[in-house]
């Protein structure tokens, strides 16, 4: 059964459901998978060159069951310099133009800026090739300067979710999304921007919720991380298997932005003895854990079970669902 809201009308999907773009995890496999099975699928594109999302990008067309189906791209924004955090890094590498164009040349019905706003050119081009623009917030105050960057859509994630995330819970921060956008007319469509919901929706009854709450879709990553088409690595997967209500941990250790994860004991040791180590490496710009495999490296240091520890999810844990397809994923919610 189809569920029909502004965002799938706009998207054309049957389902309220994004799939979240989680890095090589949201690869091609995984992205067209999704949206085969009536979703968005979205390719996680941070750190790719722009020879490697062209490719990336064909390979996902190529798997689609609908060669005119849509998708997205979805790459991280974060401002460099100024008053921003001293570990924020250009991940694009000064390839976001072009990065841009393949995007557009490629067919991509979303963009999504993970962390930060896009640039106004950027937007502009975008809503030249008729390519809707949807920004992720994590608080309401930045609704406000999404939407006047010219944002279509609003994916508001709460803090239970996993990977780069806020304080403020889901079932809190979406109606305080929901009010704001009402205000924010789309650029593109000239209709009220839209508004996803992210944050801890692993279900149909947090659909129902996000959609109750005054959101048109849901943007769900980490019940796809065990998907056979996802590119997490096997060990990746059966951390997340194992892991339990209270088996995860928000740290600045990854990116210098907090970011929930498994919480293993070699985590937990750094948030608990080492918060001194953390805080003098990131006011020099030192992402920690670069640092610190880089220099166990060095020293014969670097054991597997440390290489291991970036897994990233949210406080649920639903093991019956390993290695199933995303079309079975969306019949279970």
Same mark, same amino acid.
């Given at each position: 059964?189809?569920?029909?809201? +502004?965002?799938?009308? *706009? @998207?054309?999907?049957?389902?309220?459901?994004?799939?979240?773009?989680?890095?090589?995890?949201?690869?091609?496999?995984?992205?067209?998978?999704?949206?085969?099975?009536?979703? @968005? $699928?979205?390719?996680?594109?941070?750190?790719?060159?722009?020879?490697?999302?062209? &490719? #990336?990008?064909? &390979?996902?067309?190529?798997?689609?069951?609908?060669?005119?189906?849509?998708?997205?791209?979805?790459?991280?924004? +974060?401002?460099?310099?100024?008053?921003?955090?001293?570990?924020?890094?250009?991940?694009?590498?000064?390839?976001?133009? /072009?990065?841009?164009?393949?995007?557009?040349?490629?067919?991509?019905? @979303?963009?999504?800026?993970?962390?930060?706003?896009?640039?106004?050119?950027?937007?502009?081009?975008?809503?030249?090739?008729?390519?809707?623009? #949807?920004?992720?917030?994590?608080? +309401?105050?930045?609704?406000?300067? %999404?939407?006047?960057?010219?944002?279509?859509?609003?994916?508001?994630?709460?803090?239970?979710?996993? $990977?780069?995330?806020?304080?403020?819970?889901?079932?809190?921060?979406?109606?305080?999304? %929901?009010?704001?956008?009402?205000?924010?007319?789309?650029? @593109?469509?000239?209709?009220?921007?839209?508004?996803?919901?992210?944050?801890?929706?692993?279900?149909?009854?947090?659909?129902?919720?996000?959609?109750?709450?005054?959101?048109?879709?849901? =943007?769900?990553?980490?019940?796809?991380?065990?998907?056979?088409?996802?590119? %997490?690595? &096997?060990?990746?997967?059966?951390?997340?298997?194992?892991?339990?209500?209270?088996?995860?941990?928000?740290?600045?250790? =990854?990116?210098?932005?907090?970011?929930?994860?498994?919480?293993?004991?070699?985590?937990?040791? =750094?948030?608990?003895?080492?918060?001194? /180590?953390?805080?003098?490496?990131?006011?020099?710009?030192?992402?920690?854990?670069?640092?610190?495999?880089?220099?166990?490296?060095?020293?014969?240091? *670097?054991?597997? &079970?440390?290489?291991?520890?970036?897994?990233? #999810?949210?406080?649920?844990?639903?093991?019956?669902?390993?290695?199933?397809?995303?079309? /079975?994923?969306?019949?279970?919610?």
């Amino acid at each position: 059964m189809s569920i029909t809201t +502004p965002l799938t009308q *706009l @998207l054309g999907i049957k389902h309220p459901i994004l799939l979240a773009g989680m890095g090589s995890t949201s690869g091609a496999p995984l992205a067209a998978a999704v949206t085969n099975a009536g979703g @968005l $699928g979205v390719i996680g594109g941070v750190g790719y060159t722009p020879k490697m999302l062209k &490719e #990336m990008i064909e &390979e996902l067309k190529a798997a689609l069951k609908d060669p005119s189906a849509p998708f997205g791209v979805d790459l991280l924004l +974060p401002q460099v310099g100024g008053n921003a955090r001293k570990t924020n890094s250009d991940y694009t590498k000064g390839a976001l133009d /072009e990065l841009i164009d393949i995007i557009i040349a490629g067919g991509a019905k @979303l963009f999504v800026s993970a962390v930060g706003v896009a640039p106004k050119h950027v937007v502009d081009k975008l809503h030249k090739h008729g390519v809707l623009y #949807m920004n992720m917030v994590g608080h +309401p105050k930045h609704v406000h300067k %999404a939407c006047q960057a010219g944002a279509d859509i609003i994916c508001a994630q709460g803090g239970e979710a996993g $990977g780069h995330t806020g304080e403020t819970a889901t079932t809190i921060l979406i109606p305080a999304c %929901a009010d704001i956008v009402k205000n924010y007319t789309s650029p @593109l469509t000239g209709k009220p921007v839209e508004l996803v919901a992210a944050g801890g929706i692993f279900d149909g009854r947090g659909i129902a919720a996000a959609l109750s709450l005054g959101a048109s879709a849901v =943007w769900v990553g980490t019940r796809f991380v065990t998907a056979k088409e996802s590119g %997490a690595a &096997e060990a990746a997967k059966r951390a997340i298997l194992a892991a339990g209500f209270d088996d995860t941990i928000k740290s600045t250790i =990854w990116t210098g932005r907090p970011l929930r994860a498994i919480a293993s004991p070699y985590v937990r040791n =750094w948030e608990t003895k080492r918060r001194d /180590e953390i805080e003098e490496l990131q006011s020099k710009g030192i992402l920690v854990l670069n640092h610190e495999l880089e220099k166990l490296e060095k020293t014969g240091g *670097l054991t597997e &079970e440390i290489e291991d520890q970036s897994v990233c #999810m949210y406080v649920y844990s639903y093991s019956s669902y390993h290695g199933i397809a995303p079309q /079975e994923v969306f019949a279970n919610m």
